[in-house]
């Protein structure tokens, strides 16, 4: 497969070019960006192949469109739409890492992303690629958006539970806690080093933009309507997510009844491990790799359920679902290229 990386100088970018030059059935036809200067990947990537030889260089769509089957757009929320709307009508398969296409509602985009969603209409034939939940829509669609990290992270965690009726779906609390690179390379006087180091700290309490990305999908999996609250942190960390789930357990919620549900939903699955009973994960067990652990424990005395989930956020969080989507969508192996 051709494929071409629009954006391919930031964090989820670099990840790619790393899984996607050791894939065995892709070619790497463009990299693009929007700085005038042709930057070596080498330059860009130290530690690469020396076979590697490629360039990033300006974004032209009428190259892109002329030699590429797969297009992995990279750009920045509410940037992204306009390629992904050229790209598709051009006939290639898009794989957009942006939040410009996973919700449904352009009105909750709107909302959460202070900008109108200028393409509506697409919006219903994006399939959401949290690979575990939406494989057999993945194999089919020319649209995949890839999901948020902090999504991925409370959704894996969840959807074992939710399918079955094992927690109350009011009760709902996301606790969550990103290295840095999650917010990207903008930029930012919250993720300095100095605000950043021996630091940590809540931000977006409940107003975070992946709130209503996480409901969506909470809600399609349960058939139901839930209550979320959802608290993200900053880690002086640069990469992984650790997410802490708790919610109240209903009464067929019994330890045996959970672990059965996460052992057949998950069983498998190449990139989810079920810690072994009262262990739980670390972010050290997942940096640079696709894997998602998950542990729980349940309280006897408050009925509640506490899961926790571990990914790295540039990874299953971002660039290696990607490549996950890629491989269902096109017929190869699901592990192919991507670091374990």
Request: glycine residues 6%; positive net charge.
């Given at each position: 497969?051709?494929?071409?990386?629009i954006?391919a100088t930031?964090?989820?970018g670099?990840?790619?070019?790393?899984?996607l030059?050791?894939?065995?059935?892709?070619?790497?036809?463009?990299?693009?960006?929007?700085?005038?200067?042709?930057i070596?990947?080498?330059?860009l990537?130290?530690?690469?192949?020396?076979?590697?030889?490629?360039?990033v260089?300006?974004h032209?769509?009428s190259?892109?469109?002329?030699?590429?089957?797969?297009?992995?757009?990279?750009?920045?929320?509410?940037?992204?739409?306009?390629?992904?709307?050229?790209?598709?009508?051009?006939?290639?398969?898009?794989?957009?890492?942006?939040?410009?296409?996973?919700?449904?509602?352009?009105a909750?985009?709107q909302?959460?992303?202070?900008?109108?969603?200028?393409?509506?209409?697409?919006?219903?034939?994006?399939?959401?690629?949290?690979?575990?939940?939406?494989?057999?829509?993945?194999?089919?669609?020319?649209?995949?958006?890839?999901?948020?990290?902090?999504?991925?992270?409370?959704?894996?965690g969840?959807?074992p539970?939710?399918?079955?009726?094992?927690?109350?779906?009011?009760?709902?609390?996301?606790?969550?806690?990103?290295?840095?690179?999650?917010?990207?390379?903008?930029?930012?006087?919250h993720?300095?080093?100095?605000e950043?180091?021996?630091?940590?700290?809540?931000?977006?309490?409940?107003?975070?933009?992946?709130?209503?990305?996480?409901?969506?999908?909470?809600?399609?999996?349960?058939?139901?309507?839930?209550?979320?609250?959802?608290?993200?942190?900053?880690?002086?960390?640069?990469?992984?997510?650790?997410?802490?789930?708790?919610?109240?357990?209903?009464n067929?919620?019994?330890p045996?009844?959970?672990?059965?549900?996460?052992?057949?939903?998950?069983?498998g699955?190449p990139?989810?491990r079920?810690?072994?009973?009262?262990?739980?994960?670390?972010?050290?067990?997942v940096?640079?790799?696709?894997?998602?652990?998950?542990?729980?424990?349940?309280?006897?005395?408050?009925?509640?359920?506490?899961?926790?989930?571990?990914?790295?956020?540039l990874l299953?969080?971002?660039?290696?679902?990607a490549?996950?989507?890629?491989?269902?969508?096109?017929?190869?192996?699901?592990e192919?290229g991507i670091?374990?």
């Open positions: 497969m051709n494929c071409a990386i954006g930031g964090y989820t670099i990840e790619l070019i790393k899984i030059t050791r894939h065995s059935f892709v070619r790497l036809t463009h990299l693009t960006t929007r700085q005038k200067r042709a070596p990947v080498r330059e990537i130290p530690t690469i192949s020396r076979e590697v030889n490629l360039e260089r300006r032209s769509f190259e892109v469109k002329r030699k590429t089957d797969v297009i992995f757009v990279c750009l920045p929320h509410t940037e992204a739409m306009l390629a992904v709307k050229q790209y598709r009508e051009a006939g290639k398969i898009v794989i957009d890492l942006s939040a410009d296409y996973r919700l449904k509602n352009a909750q985009y909302k959460w992303y202070k900008t109108r969603h200028l393409f509506p209409s697409l919006l219903k034939s994006a399939v959401y690629g949290l690979t575990e939940i939406n494989r057999s829509s993945i194999r089919k669609a020319d649209l995949i958006a890839n999901p948020g990290c902090y999504p991925t992270g409370a959704a894996l969840l959807a539970l939710l399918e079955r009726g094992l927690v109350d779906l009011k009760s709902i609390v996301v606790d969550a806690k990103s290295g840095g690179t999650g917010a990207g390379k903008k930029l930012s006087v993720t300095q080093f100095s950043l180091d021996e630091n940590f700290y809540a931000y977006k309490v409940n107003r975070h933009q992946h709130m209503p990305e996480i409901v969506q999908t909470l809600e399609k999996i349960a058939g139901k309507k839930v209550g979320l609250t959802f608290v993200p942190h900053l880690l002086p960390v640069q990469r992984g997510i650790l997410t802490v789930i708790y919610a109240k357990k209903t067929k919620a019994t045996a009844a959970i672990r059965k549900a996460f052992l057949e939903r998950y069983s699955e990139f989810i079920l810690k072994a009973e009262e262990t739980f994960p670390a972010l050290r067990d940096q640079n790799t696709n894997y998602c652990d998950i542990g729980f424990t349940v309280e006897p005395k408050s009925g509640r359920v506490i899961v926790i989930t571990a990914i790295d956020n299953k969080g971002a660039s290696g679902q490549v996950q989507n890629m491989n269902v969508r096109c017929g190869f192996s699901e192919e670091p374990a």
